[in-house]
């Protein structure tokens, strides 16, 4: 095959996607997505809005496992581009489950989030109405290689996936934001709060602070790519190895910083940046 055809081949990858993804969305009347900010439900969105327009409602969960700085953008997304919002609060910190931080945590907060959203689908219909409007969330092929015990409650709750049905992973998401141009399309992963807290260690509103405030003060240093691990009195920061030299040239700011919020000791990671590191002490079946 010529190397032009190739690259032509290419080009037209996230398009044929964009249109099925499109498509999936025009064959439903309206639509629930639960909406975080992230790339994967921020490109769900906008796919829908397009498809269906004010017959979709973005769902944010609002909750203090999602930082001001994400909750944030999430809303100035749709405020941009004219997407129906509708706020959620979420109580999982309510649930002990929950706040016990087992290796389990996201089930329970995916539980909480489905029941919530469901409450939302009945008064959407309004009195006397069947609840049909379907419920969609982010999950994608790649997560299926992950732990993510959150798919597990969105089973139960009959949540769908499109990015599951349609068979598409992470790379494919990221190139349809950029084919429709979306802001959204190299910003780096970024989970709730309550996964940079180590497994067993309670989840509590002091630790989530903890983590924000550290990780909105690396932004400050031009930092983007990155994670304060809560060990306890132990703050570990993941950055990519290209920054260690920006860390450490901000290593008496970043200190006195970091004590001032509580923490005992301040780590830098040297094994970089790695989304889901703290997943790498559990015992997940073969």
């Known amino acids: 095959m010529p190397e032009f055809n190739k ?23 309206d639509a629930i997505i639960a909406y975080s900010g992230g790339v994967d439900s921020t490109l ?10 004010n017959r979709m409602v973005a769902a944010l969960a609002d909750s203090p496992s999602l930082s001001r700085r994400e909750f944030d953008a999430a809303v100035n997304f749709t405020r941009a581009h004219g997407i129906p919002l509708r706020i959620v609060q979420t109580a999982e910190m309510e649930d002990p489950l929950y706040r016990a931080n087992q290796a389990d945590r996201c089930y329970h907060c995916k ?17 006397g ?3 049909s409007r379907p419920i969609f969330y982010g999950a994608n092929l790649d997560d299926l290689e992950d732990h993510r015990p959150g798919m597990q409650a969105a089973g139960e709750a009959s949540i769908r996936s499109p990015y599951l049905e349609l068979g598409i992973n992470k790379n494919t998401i990221r190139a349809l934001c950029a084919y429709y141009g979306l802001e959204v399309a190299v910003k780096p992963a970024m989970p709730c709060m309550s996964s940079r807290i180590l497994y067993g260690e309670e989840v509590t509103l002091e630790k989530l602070r903890q983590v924000e405030e550290a990780e909105n003060f690396l932004y400050t240093l031009d930092l983007r790519v990155l994670r304060v691990r809560h060990h306890g009195f132990t703050a570990r920061i993941e950055v990519l190895p290209q920054d ?11 200190s006195q910083k970091f004590h001032e919020l509580g923490f005992t000791y301040i780590a830098l ?7 889901g590191s703290l997943n790498t002490v559990l015992e997940l079946p073969e």
């Open 244 to 254: 260690f030299t920006k860390v450490l040239e901000n290593r008496d700011k970043i």
């Open 7 to 29: 690259i032509s081949l290419l080009e037209k990858a996230p398009e044929t996607a964009a249109r099925n993804l499109e498509d999936y969305f025009s064959d439903h009347i």
């Open 111 to 127: 539980k909480t989030l489905f029941q919530e959203l469901k409450k939302l689908r009945k008064e959407l219909a309004g009195p």
């Open 44 to 53: 769900l969105v906008y796919v829908a809005h397009r498809a269906l327009g």
């Open 129 to 131: 109405s069947e609840a």
């Open 269 to 275: 990671d040297l094994d970089g940046f790695h989304s």
